[in-house]
């Protein structure tokens, strides 16, 4: 617990470095943006005074890093409000998308792989062919980028099938079928590359074990196929695609970023794209804050449940 608890804290200090730096790099100043058509030099010097940006660099990073750590993420320079105010719905939006998109993963990928195994060996050509079929169809939909797939289901189920109308998205306390039916749509386009991977990894491990000594054994015993598939082989199997599903879980919010733009979603991509044009240096780390230590925390989950699978890695990875 103590070295995960180090990993957070290592992560969240690099990760805001990190932005810190970036913002330095790339130049635009927030006062500038702010004032808009007022910007004149004595107004801009004004402004930077009141902001604290005038402060070197380091300094500026140290007040928002003990700010952090008393639960203060700073005030939006272009919104006049708390960065926790301000995020508060959209955080909870993008992971009902991401958690949606998750489950679909899960519940379609896992039959599908779980059949495939079932003619992996098949020597008949109908088996051969369903092989070829199934190994086109995953890698074509690998290769779909989400922004792309999001433009052809907004195209197809928004303009000419009108099921949907981009950027009317329900709300949840007074339309909770139409605000979950909506997230449907960007949750598929989050959902189909990864499904395919997720397909192709479980179909690989459990191929492996079925090929391992105790699956030949209990089938020469007479135990059924399908028994031993589903009671033994998959638990087996499960941990190495447990670490790649917390990946992808880790993935979808990233990729969420782009989707959100395509579907008109008020999320944390929208409000990550704004904030790094407007120079929202408060807004900005918030956000990669909250995503680095996202992808810290779904690990470390991962390694949770791949213990509780697995006893023997609590004492040092079963030897």
């Known amino acids: 617990m103590l070295k995960r608890l180090l990993m957070l804290l290592v992560t969240m200090v690099t990760v805001s470095f990190l932005a810190f730096t970036a913002f330095t790099v790339i130049g635009g100043d927030p006062a500038t943006i702010l004032l808009g058509t007022q910007a004149t030099p004595e107004a801009v010097a004004a402004l930077r005074e009141e902001l604290g940006l005038n402060a070197p660099f380091l300094v500026q990073y140290w ?25 508060a719905g959209k955080v909870g939006l993008s992971l009902r998308l991401c958690g949606l998109a998750f489950v679909i993963i899960v519940v379609l990928a896992t039959p599908v792989a779980l059949f495939s195994v079932r003619y992996e060996e098949r020597p008949e050509l109908r088996w051969r062919l369903l092989r070829g079929w199934d190994v086109t169809a995953t890698q074509f939909s690998m290769s779909l980028p989400p922004f792309f797939l999001g433009v ?31 997230l449907l749509f960007p949750a598929i386009t989050l959902a189909v590359p990864r499904i395919a991977k997720t397909v192709r990894m479980l179909r690989a491990t459990v191929v492996h074990q079925m090929r391992q000594d105790y699956v030949r054994t209990a089938i020469a015993r007479g135990a059924n196929r399908s028994r031993v598939l589903y009671c033994h082989v ?3 199997a ?16 990233a ?11 008020p999320g944390l991509g929208r409000m990550l794209i704004s904030s790094i044009g407007n120079r929202d240096y408060a807004v900005v780390q918030a956000i990669v804050v909250m995503l680095a230590l996202w992808v810290v925390a779904v690990n470390g989950m991962a390694d949770l449940f791949n213990t509780a699978l ?4 609590r004492m040092g990875g079963g030897k």
């Open 238 to 253: 499960l941990a190495p695609v447990v670490s790649f599903l917390a990946q992808t879980l880790a993935e979808l919010v």
């Open 63 to 87: 007040n928002w890093l003990t700010a952090f750590f008393v639960g203060d993420f700073g005030t939006s320079y272009i919104y006049n409000q708390s960065v926790t105010t301000l995020l």
């Open 234 to 236: 998959l638990k087996n």
């Open 255 to 265: 990729a969420a970023i782009v989707v959100e733009q395509v579907f008109s979603l």
């Open 152 to 182: 052809v289901i907004t195209w197809v189920f928004s303009v000419v099938l009108k099921w949907f109308v981009v950027g009317s998205l329900p709300d949840i306390a007074t339309d909770p079928v139409g605000h979950w039916t909506y």
């Open 310 to 313: 697995d006893p023997r890695l």
